[in-house]
């Protein structure tokens, strides 16, 4: 790959080549580290995905449950009331 010229502004950002972006995958919101190597230098890496724990792994893990189209609360809750009576 060519060598690729961006400039830090104002804030300290700097924009990623999309020729670099699109080589390695890189989505809004990607984690990147930094990690200085000598006074002109700096290593960026891309931390490995890790899988979520906790309250964060349940996320989503009822909808595999739900089946079919999504539906309102009040309706689901009639649903498992409808033989409490």
């Keep these: ?34 990690k200085k ?5 700096c290593l960026v890496k891309i931390p490995k995905k890790r899988k979520p724990v906790g309250a964060m792994a349940m996320l989503g893990f009822a909808a595999r449950f739900r089946g079919g189209k999504p539906r309102r609360t009040a309706e689901v809750l009639a649903e498992l009331r409808e033989g409490e009576s």
Aim: no cysteine; net charge neutral.
């Design 1 to 34: 790959m060519d060598k690729l010229t961006t400039v830090v502004t104002e804030w300290g950002q700097v924009s990623i080549p999309a020729a670099i972006r699109k080589e390695l995958g890189l989505k809004t919101g990607q984690p990147l580290v930094w």
């Design 37 to 41: 190597i000598s006074d002109r230098e």
